[in-house]
């Protein structure tokens, strides 16, 4: 399968693994990119330019295919050393670079220097304008179903991804909502050229997270998500737990008088316990709402095997099937 991103990005599969916190390691990202997807290394979590220069080194020694790294860009009073983590990426070799959060203009001119493809993350057609207008190579557009960060409008893909195919000229993938054959062929349709995948990647053999977490993502229906810190303007879906529960009691008590330090409890320090301990009621911690599509723990190899098997059954199969006058029912995956 060819499309644009595929082109750009030198990767045989349209599927893109999202940077995700305490989950974007060498392992991950060489997995994905060795079964013909494209494996992104999570920038920040590696804590340090100088530890995100060891996990690139680490990744070059897992796979010789391409694989890309994360940089969200974080309004904070003392903000991480973004140019140490740049020099790192560029030393390191590294020619895709996934952005998220800020605005990336400020840092285009030195990634574009280096021949760096940059793909934004945006959750609206307008901000996928913006990143188009300031020389991003492609977007990564972000439903409302997705995990994390969801942005503020509530647009699911079924609206957004035609709206940004009607209005960009760089190529998209679909993020938020995606899982599977059924998923890669509807942003195909709606016209993405790829999609990108964070919850169902981490539900694989090679995600070096606690078991916990892989069987709990089995066990989540697609009722098992909520948003957060909607009243912060800071809205995160993230799987439910008795913490979670906690922090929507609080919310509901405060209303508009939420303050970020009156659920600190349930937000701060979670991913160490949950990705690493297991402590799955922790707290709060990114999930999509596909999550309710998981139903086992592949290796990555067999999970991108069986999306692009079951794209190509879906194309060739169900879909010409309604052109040749067949009545084709099986909408199911393998």
């Not at 605005?103 to 285009?108: A, F, G, T, V």
């Not at 606690?210 to 009722?223: G, R, S």
Request: glycine share 10%; hydrophobic share 40%; net charge neutral.
């Amino acid at each position: 399968m060819k499309t644009r991103i595929t082109e750009m990005f030198g990767i045989e599969h349209p599927i893109i693994q999202g940077g995700m916190h305490m989950v974007g390691y060498a392992e991950m990202a060489a997995a994905v990119s060795n079964a013909g997807g494209l494996g992104i290394i999570t920038g920040l979590t590696q804590g340090t330019p100088e530890n995100l220069a060891r996990e690139i080194a680490r990744c070059r020694q897992m796979t010789t295919k391409p694989f890309g790294v994360n940089l969200t860009f974080l309004p904070a009073l003392t903000p991480p050393d973004y140019p140490g983590y740049i020099k790192a990426i560029i030393d390191g070799g590294v020619k895709i670079v996934e952005t998220a959060g800020n605005n990336p203009q400020k840092w285009m001119p030195i990634l574009k220097e280096a021949g760096i493809r940059v793909i934004h993350k945006c959750t609206s057609v307008r901000h996928s304008l913006k990143a188009e207008s300031i020389g991003c190579d492609a977007v990564s557009v972000d439903g409302f179903e997705c995990g994390g960060h969801p942005g503020e409008d509530d647009v699911p893909n079924f609206i957004l991804l035609p709206r940004a195919a009607e209005e960009l000229k760089i190529p998209f993938v679909a993020s938020g909502g995606m899982a599977d054959g059924r998923s890669l062929v509807a942003a195909l349709s709606l016209g993405a050229e790829g999609m990108n995948m964070g919850t169902r990647f981490m539900a694989t053999k090679e995600a070096p997270i606690h078991d916990n977490v892989k069987q709990a993502l089995v066990k989540a229906t697609e009722l098992d998500t909520r948003l957060i810190m909607r009243a912060l303007r800071n809205t995160e879906r993230v799987l439910r737990n008795k913490n979670v529960d906690r922090l929507i009691e609080i919310e509901r008590e405060k209303g508009a008088n939420l303050k970020i330090d009156d659920i600190m409890d349930q937000v701060a320090g979670v991913y160490p316990r949950v990705m690493i301990d297991g402590d799955m009621d922790a707290g709060a911690w990114s999930c999509g709402m596909m999550v309710g599509l998981i139903n086992d723990t592949p290796t990555v190899k067999d999970l991108i095997d069986r999306i692009m098997r079951d794209a190509e059954r879906i194309i060739r199969g169900r879909l010409t099937g309604f052109l040749d006058g067949n009545i084709a029912v099986d909408a199911r995956v393998a």
